[in-house]
């Protein structure tokens, strides 16, 4: 059997063997995440609903390297994250990962091309090069005439293609979304769906996002329900 496939199924991409989370308040543990065991196969689209405190956004910043579980292990992108040390988790985030928030966290102060190019400063390309690949995710979000505006020129929606750019530059294995939708009108949150599904197709990307939608989640390949610390 070639390495990396089971029972001829490609290895998951995610995978979370009884992981746990729980936050300590005067030495009491508050369980947040309970034993969650999941596998996510690569190239997939997922949305991950659940009540409000559920525990969805802890979940997805474990899976992201933003946080660490209390226990059980995480694999993703074939890497152990409990074994990293921050500086790792932080180069694991950087090369692997592309983050869209419900607020889109733009710098007020840089262009939209500007803002698409700050994670590359990371890295070792020269100016023109990190400008053409910036150049490139706006493309990709059907935004290459705004590359010069700043963010309040934009409306949310565009405001948001940007930071989808942003998270886009770095060519990430997986993207992370947290109510990507949350802020926006019907007709914005369906075209940032659409281009979510885009980035899924076309460019093979696999997507967890976390909604509180349930157009948004209709839209993904596979729903899960996240409710008192569990899975289902
Ligand atoms: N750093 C922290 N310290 C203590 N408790 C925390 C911390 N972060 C999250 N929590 C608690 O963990 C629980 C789950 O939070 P989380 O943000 O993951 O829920 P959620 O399902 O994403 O909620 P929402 O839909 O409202 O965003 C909440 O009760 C929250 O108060």
């Known amino acids: 059997m070639t390495e990396g496939y089971r029972d001829g199924k490609p290895k998951p991409i995610v995978e979370l063997q009884g992981v746990g ?29 659940g009540p409000s405190g559920s525990g969805k956004s802890t979940l997805l910043n474990l899976i992201a390297g933003l946080d660490r579980p209390t226990r059980g292990t995480a694999r993703v992108a074939g890497q152990d994250l409990t074994r990293m040390s921050d500086g790792e988790l932080a180069r694991f985030r950087s090369r692997t990962m592309g983050f869209i928030f419900q607020a889109y966290n ?12 700050l994670p590359l400063l990371l890295t070792n390309l020269s100016a023109s090069e990190r400008r053409k690949r ?64 885009k980035l899924n197709k076309e460019f093979k990307k696999t997507i967890l996002m976390v ?13 899960r329900r996240l409710d008192k610390g569990n899975l289902s």
């Open 21 to 49: 989370k729980s936050y300590f308040r005067d030495k009491e543990p508050i369980v947040v995440l309970d034993n969650i065991t999941l596998d996510v196969p690569e190239g997939s689209y997922e949305a991950l609903m």
């Open 106 to 117: 733009l710098m007020p102060v840089l262009t939209a091309v500007e803002n698409v190019e």
């Open 134 to 197: 910036a150049q490139t995710a706006l493309r990709v979000v059907g935004l290459e005439e705004r590359m010069g505006h700043y963010p309040r020129q934009l409306s949310g929606g565009q405001e948001q293609r940007v930071a989808i750019a942003r998270a886009i530059v770095n060519d990430p294995t997986i993207i992370v979304a947290d109510e990507p939708t949350g802020d926006l009108d019907r007709k914005s949150a369906d075209e940032i769906l659409a281009l979510l599904e």
């Open 211 to 223: 909604t509180h939608d349930p157009q948004a989640a209709e839209r993904a390949t596979v729903t």
